[in-house]
Nanobody, 127 residues
């Protein structure tokens, strides 16, 4: 079966950094754009960042732009989210999702079209 295993979460102080990893199995990784979402208690799920199949395009949410970077290594079936200058409002469960596409250079931050979801990893940022 398809699995998206997410890791790298933890607790950091404001201004710190974390790198999240999401490794996929059971699918052809290069057929999927990948998107990171987050969900904080009492808040709606929101798209954070996404990356196209061939690493040619990324979309970064405005509220993390300049602090977060998304990348992928297709040979490792892995997508990363590098989070720098973390702030308390970044505290959330972070999820990766796989979005099957036929195009090479697009991705979306909307959850509606995702095919598979990981179980997430918790990021806690203290002030």
């Amino acid at each position: 079966e398809v699995q998206l295993v997410t890791s790298g979460g933890g607790s950091v102080q404001a201004g710190g950094s974390l790198r999240l990893s999401c490794t996929a199995s059971g699918l052809v990784f290069v057929d999927y754009a990948m998107t990171w979402f987050r969900k904080a208690p009492g808040k709606e799920r929101e798209g954070v960042a996404c990356i196209s199949r061939w690493n040619s395009r990324t979309e970064i949410a405005d509220y993390v732009n300049g602090r977060f970077t998304v990348s992928r290594v297709n040979a490792k079936n892995t997508v990363y989210l590098q989070m720098d200058s973390l702030q308390p409002e970044d505290t959330a469960m972070y999820y990766c999702a796989a979005d099957r596409r036929t195009t090479n250079s697009d991705c979306v931050l909307s959850p509606n079209d995702m095919n598979y979801w990981g179980k997430g990893t918790l990021v806690t940022v203290s002030s």
